[in-house]
């Protein structure tokens, strides 16, 4: 079967570093998403990973590695506009997005 | 240019009567996509649609729910005979011609789905 592993929720303070872990087990791999979601709202695309590596983009960062079917998405400087759910997408060999249930990200002061 | 937009953003509907939920696509998108998520749940793929056509419907509970996306207007989830478990937030997302690989998707705000 198809998988998606992600923390259920995380709690970090204002100002500080957070990294949010992905692993993945599907058929097939064409690439892997960070999307943000507020509360009762549409998720927001973060980022886009499909070769090994680190992109970075302003305070957020998404790693990917093939070959251990791993993710992280990682959020520096937090703040409190940061709390949200964080979901990572796994596009498989159907071209498909399989989607994790999300982490939700408490930010504290 | 207008998002992908979705109504309506709440309904409320007793056991057994019809929903029908609607997504005008973002301009210049030409690819949909339904998708279920349920409280503290992840994202559930339900339907890809193109302009009079379905490409996946492998998420689509085989009774009660259909899709369609016609030539002119908007995509439409229809549920028939709703029961208490279809409560849920249903999000309709649209990208550009060309596979969902090769950009991301833009979704609409949802349309939340209360059964009584």
């Known amino acids: 079967g198809q998988n998606i592993d992600q923390p259920t929720e995380m709690t970090a303070t204002e100002g500080a570093i957070v990294q949010i872990n992905c692993t993945y087990q599907?058929?097939?791999?064409?690439?892997l998403f960070w999307y943000q979601q507020h509360a009762g709202e549409a998720p927001t695309f973060l980022s886009y990973?499909?070769l090994d590596g680190l992109e970075e983009k302003g305070r957020f960062s998404s790693f990917l590695s093939r070959s251990k079917g791993y993710s992280y998405l990682l959020l520096k400087e937090l703040q409190m506009k940061d709390s949200a759910s964080y979901l990572c997408a796994v596009i498989d060999s159907n071209y498909q997005l399989i989607w994790g249930a999300g982490t939700k990200l408490i930010i504290k002061p | 240019n207008a998002g992908v937009m979705q109504n309506p953003r709440h309904l409320v509907r007793r056991r057994g009567q019809e929903a029908r939920l609607r997504c005008s696509p973002m301009k210049g998108h030409s690819h949909v996509y339904w998708y279920r998520q349920l409280p503290e749940e992840g994202l559930k793929f339900m339907v890809y649609l193109q302009k009079e056509n379905i490409i996946d419907e492998s998420g689509m509970p085989k009774e009660r729910f259909s899709a369609e996306f016609p030539k002119e207007g908007p995509s439409i989830l229809r549920i028939q005979q709703v029961v208490r478990g279809d409560s849920a937030a249903y999000f309709c997302a649209s990208s550009p011609p060309g596979r969902t690989n090769t950009g991301e998707l833009f979704f609409g705000e949802g349309s939340r789905l209360t059964v009584l």
């Open positions: 599907t058929s097939g791999f064409n690439g």
């Open positions: 990973n499909v």
